[in-house]
């Protein structure tokens, strides 16, 4: 998003954002550190950068920042805040972006989120698949086990926009996690006559694909080779723009140290 465009929204979403954070005990002074996680998100920053950016741009004075912040500052909202303050805000906004829009490339995905103990009782053992780096470095094989939870999410490819996400224990297939995404992204947004799906062989499940056809979106799904079938990846054109989730996950995972 370009700054101009950038500087004509925040007082709406600054707005919003004022009656998100009162309804969790928050005041409203409180507000503009969530739009400021916002616009981190939306202008792809570093906690550092968030903070540099704040003391050299008008918009940190928009949002009554006299002066650069300290990074350590973000760490601390990011503490106190309420999970769900973020969920509202970013659900207002992603409704708010597309308004009069069709969507029509999407694609579902999970992640890996580490346990931060091994006495987490909600975490699981899960099959999880190393990065290309840890199996050259470590040697390790395309599937290992991994102790904890994953983020599944449905994203719009095009803008790199998540629009539906369901954390769950690591042992989560994640073909099961499709309608829960699916059913809920549909009720909110409205597709392209062309529109895709774009995922993964952990997709490849024939109640899937026939749910997406009744909505008439092809399904672009990698086939996962069992028995006499081999594995093949879709020769669509347009499948090879499923990476832009892995980069939303990329992003998460930086912004919010999961």
């Not at 073909?175 to 392209?192: E, G, I, P, Q, Y």
Request: glycine fraction near 6%; hydrophobic fraction near 35%; include cysteine.
């Amino acid at each position: 998003m370009k700054i101009e465009k950038l500087k004509n929204k925040i007082p709406e979403v600054w707005a919003i954002a004022r009656v998100i954070v009162q309804h969790y005990g928050h005041t409203k002074k409180f507000a503009k550190h969530i739009v400021a996680f916002a616009i981190k998100q939306e202008m792809n920053f570093r906690d550092v950068q968030l903070a540099e950016f704040f003391g050299i741009d008008p918009i940190g004075k928009i949002l009554g920042y006299k002066k650069s912040p300290h990074p350590s500052l973000f760490s601390k909202v990011r503490s106190r805040a309420d999970p769900k303050i973020f969920q509202e805000l970013y659900a207002w906004i992603i409704q708010d972006r597309f308004k009069g829009r069709q969507i029509k490339l999407i694609a579902q995905d999970s992640s890996e989120i580490p346990a931060r103990s091994k006495w987490d009782k909600e975490a699981r053992w899960g099959h999880r698949t190393p990065s290309k780096r840890e199996q050259e470095d470590s040697g390790e094989k395309a599937k290992v086990l991994g102790f904890g939870y994953k983020i599944h999410m449905i994203a719009e490819v095009e803008d790199e926009v998540p629009l539906g996400f369901s954390i769950e224990p690591a042992n989560k297939h994640d073909k099961t996690m499709f309608a829960k995404l699916f059913r809920s992204m549909k009720k909110v947004f409205t597709f392209n006559c062309l529109a895709k799906y774009l995922a993964d062989s952990a997709y490849d499940s024939t109640d899937i694909k026939e749910e997406l056809r009744e909505f008439g979106i092809p399904p672009i799904i990698s086939r996962n080779g069992r028995r006499w079938r081999n594995s093949e990846t879709p020769k669509d054109p347009d499948y090879g723009k499923r990476w832009a989730i892995e980069r939303i996950f990329s992003r998460l995972k930086e912004a919010f140290c999961m």
